[in-house]
């Protein structure tokens, strides 16, 4: 005979099966997201360009540490508020206070240590990556092997806590200590007083996530600062896809070493520098931009950088054998207000070097630059207040739009309330972004040439004293240069800009004076007509005739300028230049109507020299002249 008894209950907590390991690895999720994001800003150099526009480090990180804290609050709130409607033990016997400490603890310890790693990844998908492997060992690991010393040898567990998330487990294995014994027995779970039980280590998880935090904050901001110094002269050297590498190799054709002898005293260059010697120091206070001998000389491990951007500061920096390369001889120059100056030069020559200078991103070898009075040696963070820079390459947010872009550095030039929404719509229109409504839609899904526009936009917003434009026409299309043209020269009046560009119709628009390098060294200054006369002394003659009628040609031009000299001879076709001394316009059309009678001349034609031929000519001048020493 059966008496009657109570019914057994199957006391089970999912919170409970599951235990700290689960927790753990929640708990970190966003760490992967957040690193990718600083480390994403960094690789696409969009870090780079926010300082170039004034955005100080201080401000950088205590507004995004902010931002992560906010969001990762949200996140926590959300997460125990869930814990605690589905009734998981670990949630209802513990206090929310004790939950609200330890998760606030360990919050700020993840965001100083994201900050810190973040210095050590180039790559965001890697950071993500090593992220995510580092959340599942933190737990699985923290099962294994925490539990096991808690059971032998707690003394070690004060070091295995000085990982993050090992502390982490250890505080969520007290909760899950606690809530199991509620579940199982008449024990209320975990109270402030049992913080101090025999065993109990949330205080130390505590202290130790405590004393990190600032520690983490200190080498983070330190390896920013090291890793920082590494990543812009990689940035300052890498090959850029579009144009000059001024960093690399680019006299290696007969320049390099030897050309450091080359000594060429232009007239217009001596006058220049004397004009800026005389300055005096209301001038100087008064000149956008004054160059003083600025001058710039790679290690050969420095100027060798690019990929392995770490290797060569190593090497620079163990005192590897260092012959060094001049990028940039005693530069001098000022740039008046209200003036639009070119940099011309091939490739290597040393226009980027020269902007990587003047907007802080390389330290100069020798000499010094004054904007708006300010020293580029000492007064950056003043500079970049009053700075605009287009870069050569596009270096924006792929899921912002072209208006939120603009919008965020019109707020770190100052701009506010309707005066920025006024500049936001001024630039958009300006760049022909209104069109079809392309300002409001993600840059990700932008043309190139829509990229550019943006760029050049950007790089006038919160009318800044100082501009710098690194090829800004590149990738566009010619309707959209020539809107582009228009931007720059109605921004032109009060403000001083640098030029670089690879094409002389855009420098013979927009710049005022031009100024030619070659291997590093300025050697030509001077308006564009001024700079086509002086050194354009010579005739272009083309004329294409019929087969068998070469020889003729030869001797027409012998007869026309004995000293001519062919630059183009194909198919029938020929190209010569002819000195202005030895000819004339109305002797080159009289001599080809007398010729007319003896060959077949299908096509002729003469002009002056153009910008781009003399550059050309005056580019091969000086590599020959180099070659020569």
């Given at each position: ?46 870090r780079m360009i926010m300082k170039m526009h004034g955005l100080g480090d201080g401000a950088y990180w205590l507004v995004t540490y902010l931002w992560y804290l906010m969001v ?422 009060g403000r001083a800009i640098i030029l670089t560009t690879h094409s002389m119709e855009e420098a013979e628009i927009l710049c005022d004076r031009l100024g030619i390098f070659v ?111």
């Amino acid at each position: 005979m059966s008496f009657p008894k109570l019914a057994l209950q199957l006391k089970l907590d999912f919170s409970v099966i599951l235990g700290p390991l689960f927790y753990t690895w929640v708990v970190q999720m966003l760490l992967p997201s957040l690193l990718q994001q600083l480390v994403y800003e960094k690789e696409k150099r969009l870090r780079m360009i926010m300082k170039m526009h004034g955005l100080g480090d201080g401000a950088y990180w205590l507004v995004t540490y902010l931002w992560y804290l906010m969001v990762y609050i949200v996140y926590m709130v959300f997460f125990v508020v869930f814990g605690t409607l589905i009734r998981l033990k670990v949630f209802t016997t513990t206090p929310f206070s004790i939950q609200a400490v330890l998760f606030f603890i360990f919050g700020n310890n993840m965001l100083a240590f994201v900050f810190m790693i973040s210095s050590f990844f180039s790559s965001s998908r890697t950071a993500t990556v090593v992220a995510v492997l580092y959340i599942f060992a933190s737990g699985l690991i923290g099962e294994l092997l925490l539990r096991s010393l808690m059971q032998q040898d707690k003394s070690y567990m004060l070091v295995v806590q000085l990982v993050p998330g090992f502390a982490l487990y250890r505080g969520l294995f007290e909760f899950s200590e606690y809530s199991t014994r509620a579940v199982f027995a008449t024990f209320p779970g975990l109270k402030w007083s049992n913080l101090r039980d025999p065993g109990n280590g949330m205080l130390s998880v505590w202290v130790s996530l405590l004393a990190e935090w600032p520690l983490f904050i200190a080498l983070g901001w330190y390896f920013e600062q090291a890793a920082g110094s590494v990543d812009t002269l990689t940035y300052a050297c890498a090959p850029a896809e579009s144009s000059s590498d001024d960093c690399g190799s680019g006299a290696a054709n007969g320049g390099g070493g030897v050309a450091i002898g080359l000594k060429i005293q232009a007239y217009d260059v001596a006058a220049e520098a004397d004009r800026v010697a005389a300055m005096d120091e209301q001038q100087l206070l008064n000149t956008p931009i004054v160059v003083r001998g600025l001058a710039k000389t790679f290690s050969n491990a420095r100027a060798g950088l690019g990929r392995d951007a770490g290797a060569g500061w190593l090497a620079g920096c163990c005192g590897g054998r260092q012959r060094g390369r001049v990028a940039v001889r005693s530069l001098t120059l000022a740039i008046e207000r209200g003036e639009c100056f070119g940099l011309l030069g091939p490739n290597g020559a040393g226009k980027t070097t020269t902007i990587n200078m003047l907007t802080g991103f390389l330290e100069p070898s020798a000499g010094d630059a004054l904007v708006e009075g300010r020293s580029i040696r000492t007064r950056m963070t003043d500079i970049y207040r009053m700075m605009g820079v287009c870069p050569q390459e596009n270096l924006l947010w792929e899921q912002l739009t072209g208006e939120e872009h603009l919008m965020f550095y019109g707020r770190i030039k100052g701009l506010t309330g309707k005066e920025l929404t006024a500049a936001v719509e001024a630039a958009i229109k300006s760049v022909k972004l209104h069109v079809n409504n392309a300002g409001k839609r993600r840059v990700g899904a932008y043309s190139g040439g829509m990229k550019r526009r943006l760029s050049v936009a950007i790089s006038f917003m919160g009318n800044p004293q100082v501009v710098y434009l690194d090829e800004p026409s590149t990738g566009l299309d010619p309707a959209s240069r020539r809107a582009l043209w228009d931007v720059v020269r109605e921004h032109k009046a009060g403000r001083a800009i640098i030029l670089t560009t690879h094409s002389m119709e855009e420098a013979e628009i927009l710049c005022d004076r031009l100024g030619i390098f070659v291997d590093g060294q300025l050697v030509c200054i001077g308006n564009p007509r001024e700079i086509t006369s002086r050194y354009a002394d010579y005739l272009v003659f083309t004329i294409t005739v019929g087969p068998g009628h070469e020889d003729a040609v030869r001797a027409l031009v012998a007869r026309m300028s004995p000293s001519a000299r062919v630059t183009y001879s194909l198919g029938g076709t020929f190209k010569y230049e002819l000195p202005a001394e030895e000819v004339s316009f109305s002797a080159v059309f009289r001599e080809v109507a007398a010729a007319k009678a003896e060959m077949q001349v299908l096509d002729w034609g003469v002009t002056n020299a153009t910008l781009e031929e003399v550059f050309i000519k005056f580019a091969r001048q000086i590599g020959v002249e180099t070659r020569d020493q």
